[in-house]
């Protein structure tokens, strides 16, 4: 009998933590070439987690890891600050579900609002979803877009017990636009129904940070920093995500240790016992390096749906670079996509079987069906069964057709195993980064979008101000003219703006290019 599998099939029995590597096709060939890459990953794992400098430009280290293992910290007031914090976090969840932190009513809290965008809000919205559950003792809403009918949504399903709402906003830096603005609609939110929203209003961000002055300027319930060192896609296990999980009902110390446990992994010198290592050599063998490549992150598990959503940001915003370490031109990047399974198996797995070879496939794999017993729902199985069953059935399908798969495997769906997948990935993301000589702690090009906008607020207020003095309505092409600026943008400026200002309207043309803006 073929024995061959036992050898790609990576297993910790003290954590439960499962790997199969059996359709990634890492032989001994491209092993040995992979040597030195091996090595200077996991060097510059032991570099980071050291509290070496890993973003040059801000003289910034990276330490997520050392939020789940504290003595880890390179010194002992940062050591202190970690466990502080944890303190904190563990106290006011406390405090807030026996009723010792109130409402400006006197009210017991019983809902949590959370303002924040990108890292402030995928990681805790992930793990909710991922945990939650009926019986949790404070439910979680987020603000995590400067959408207004997005946030109108939010603000129709918490009003009813608005009193017993306390929001959390997150923000590092404390001048996020996006997270600002949700702040102030939240603000005026609280205001309009006759409620002071300080006393409502607690707040994550770094010491002295424009949004920290704030809340110690106002009166806030309660402050929780944030520090330079840990990245907004790697916040989750900070106050960021430790908070409004806290106040939800998870088992922070849980979700902590898993990833702890699963870090300890990832520092195993042999291959064959590091799962992050596997997952991060794995991704070189079907990259080659090089960017173009799609991962499929399939969790067969309802639970998991907003996993892929969550790894974009960790995975694309990591290694998406422009330029390697010297500086060299190299568009690096690893894309992400994917829901749930079975579900996938009707949308987009036949292009993954048959459609271009420029994707390949994680399976997460949850053993455990549910609490208590299932029913037999047909061939003698349970739904349980077909949906592995659909698993399996895909992996196989797609290896016989020269797709390449990774599968992991957790026993159950717990705060402990919600820890270890995120940080396998964490750790899985800095050592392909080290294989492939990016820096993956620097994102320059977040920023060239937010810069571009607040130049367009700009031309849009200039628009209006222009719109709301002339006596007569103008093109875009007359306006841009007026004010110096490309007629595109001013046609979209004003698209939008005179669908929302009340005092500003659109006359339709045709070509729509025609179009005349001006007062009602």
Same mark, same amino acid.
Request: charged share 20%.
């Given at each position: ?21 059996? *359709? ?19 060097? *510059? ?9 890993? /973003? ?45 932190? &109130? ?28 945990? *939650? ?19 109108? &949504? ?68 309660? &402050? ?36 702890? +446990? ?11 016992? /590091? ?13 080659? *390096? ?17 996993? +892929? ?29 994917? /829901? ?29 069906? &549910? ?67 990016? /820096? ?81």
């Amino acid at each position: 009998m073929d024995q061959g599998w036992k050898k790609t099939l990576f297993y910790a029995p003290q954590t439960g933590l499962m790997a199969d590597w059996s *359709g990634m096709d890492l032989n001994e060939g491209f092993l040995d070439l992979m040597r030195p890459k091996i090595a200077a990953a996991l060097s *510059g794992l032991k570099d980071l987690e050291a509290g070496a400098i890993a /973003n040059p430009d801000e003289g910034r280290m990276v330490g997520h890891y050392w939020l789940r293992a504290p003595e880890l910290a390179p010194t002992a007031e940062l050591r202190q600050a970690i466990e502080d914090c944890v303190s904190a976090v563990r106290r006011f969840a406390a405090d807030v579900h026996e009723g010792r932190v &109130r409402t400006e009513r006197g009210d017991v809290f019983r809902h949590v609002l959370v303002g924040g965008i990108g890292g402030s809000s995928l990681g805790p919205l992930f793990v909710a979803d991922a945990l *939650g559950s009926p019986e949790d003792p404070m439910d979680l809403f987020f603000l995590d877009n400067t959408d207004p009918a997005g946030m109108d &949504r939010v603000f129709a399903a918490v009003r009813p017990d608005l009193d017993a709402t306390l929001t959390i906003i997150i923000s590092k830096s404390g001048g996020t636009i996006e997270t600002r603005n949700c702040m102030v609609e939240a603000r005026a939110f609280y205001e309009a129904n006759g409620l002071d929203f300080a006393r409502h209003a607690v707040c994550v961000s770094g010491s002295g940070s424009k949004l920290d002055a704030t809340a110690e300027r106002e009166g806030w319930i309660e &402050r929780f920093p944030m520090w330079d060192w840990v990245g907004g896609r790697t916040s989750v296990m900070s106050a960021v995500g430790l908070l409004p999980l806290a106040l939800k009902g998870v088992e922070i110390d849980r979700f902590l240790a898993g990833a702890a +446990a699963c870090d300890r992994l990832g520092r195993a010198e042999t291959l064959a016992e /590091n799962p992050a290592l596997l997952l991060a050599l794995s991704w070189y063998r079907c990259s080659g *390096g090089q960017g173009g490549v799609t991962q499929v992150v399939l969790p067969y598990k309802d639970a998991l749906a907003l996993f +892929a959503k969550y790894l974009q940001q960790l995975v694309m915003e990591s290694l998406g670079k422009e330029f390697d370490l010297a500086g060299r031109e190299v568009h690096q990047g690893l894309a992400v996509m994917g /829901n749930k399974g079975s579900s996938d198996q009707h949308s987009y797995v036949q292009q993954l079987v048959a459609g271009p070879e420029n994707v390949f496939v994680t399976f997460v794999q949850v053993l455990k069906d &549910r609490e208590g017993p299932s029913p037999c729902v047909g061939e003698g199985s349970s739904s349980g069964d077909y949906l592995n069953a659909f698993l399996l059935g895909t992996k196989k399908a797609l290896e016989e057709h020269g797709r390449r798969t990774f599968l992991i495997t957790v026993p159950e769906l717990s705060a402990y195993h919600v820890g270890q997948l995120i940080a396998l990935f964490e750790r899985a993301v800095s050592m392909y980064a080290v294989m492939i000589g990016i /820096n993956a702690y620097h994102q320059p090009a977040v920023e060239f979008g937010k810069k571009a906008a607040g130049g367009l607020i700009d031309l849009k207020n200039r628009a209006a101000e222009l719109l709301l003095a002339a006596d007569h309505a103008m093109t875009a092409a007359e306006l841009a003219e007026a004010l110096g600026a490309p007629a595109d943008d001013v046609f979209r400026l004003m698209l939008h703006l005179c669908s929302n200002d009340p005092r500003l309207c659109v006359s339709w043309k045709q070509p729509a290019a025609e179009s005349r803006f001006g007062r009602k």
